[in-house]
Antibody, heavy 120, light 110 residues
Framework: QVQLVQSGAEVKTPGSSVRVSCKTS????????RSWVRQAPGQGLEWMGE????????YYAQKFQGRVRISADDSTNTVYMELRSLRSDDTAVYYC?????????????WGQGTLVTVSS | QSALTQPRSVSGSPGQSVTISCTGT?????????VSWYQEHPGKAPRLMIYDVSQRPSGVPDRFSGSKSGNAASLTISGLQAEDEADYYCCSYAGTYTFVFGGGTKLTVL
């Protein structure tokens, strides 16, 4: 059974950076893409970017280009998402999600979510 | 990469059927058979309900079905049950390892 376990809640000040981790247990780490999806309070889901651990290449939503970096560490089966120049509207729950693979483009496993609060 | 368009809310009585629409463009919904649907209950992580337009993962009741025509996709829930009350999000692959979600639809079971 695949499990995605994310790091704990963070409180950050405007202009700072945050790094959220997501450790995978069970299944193959390198074979399936990992995306980051966020949800602001009372708002919908927003896709931020994805990394393919096998290739180490990351792809980002235009909105976050230049401000987000997604990376993967094969030795620890962990994916990271770093968001810079934080603003108050970055306050959200950030989810790590795993692509189903096998020719599908969907997300079959979700982490428990990490609340990032940006406040002065 | 604009969000896909979903109705803000839909409702139905137990036992009835409801359909939630999801409208995109030829660059996302219309361009790929990779539309997925997620159910989200308050305080919980979203759950995959439909993938690749119309496929159900193991464990999802067959009351849930998906379809697509052109740039629009739909999720139909038949035989509504109280536990179906939740937020539903569509998502489409948009090429080059990118994705876009819909704004979400709140389903109320009357």
């Amino acid at each position: 059974q695949v499990q995605l376990v994310q790091s704990g809640a963070e409180v950050k000040t405007p202009g700072s950076s945050v790094r959220v981790s997501c450790k995978t247990s069970g299944g193959s780490f390198t074979s399936y893409g990992r995306s980051w999806v966020r949800q602001a309070p009372g708002q919908g889901l927003e896709w931020m970017g994805e990394i393919i651990p096998m290739f180490g290449t990351a792809y980002y939503a235009q909105k976050f280009q230049g401000r987000v970096r997604i990376s993967a560490d094969d030795s620890t089966n962990t994916v990271y998402m770093e968001l810079r120049s934080l603003r108050s509207d970055d306050t959200a729950v950030y989810y790590c999600v795993k692509e189903m693979g096998r020719g599908s483009r969907s997300f079959d496993y979700w982490g428990q979510g990490t609340l990032v609060t940006v406040s002065s | 990469q604009s969000a896909l368009t979903q109705p803000r809310s839909v409702s139905g009585s137990p036992g009835q059927s409801v359909t939630i629409s999801c409208t995109g463009t030829a660059s996302d919904v219309g361009g790929y058979n990779y539309v997925s649907w997620y159910q989200e209950h308050p305080g919980k992580a979203p759950r995959l309900m439909i993938y690749d337009v119309s496929q159900r993962p193991s464990g999802v009741p067959d009351r849930f079905s998906g379809s697509k025509s052109g740039n629009a996709a739909s999720l139909t829930i038949s035989g509504l049950q109280a536990e179906d009350e939740a937020d539903y999000y569509c998502c489409s692959y948009a090429g080059t390892y990118t994705f876009v979600f819909g704004g979400g639809t709140k389903l109320t079971v009357l």
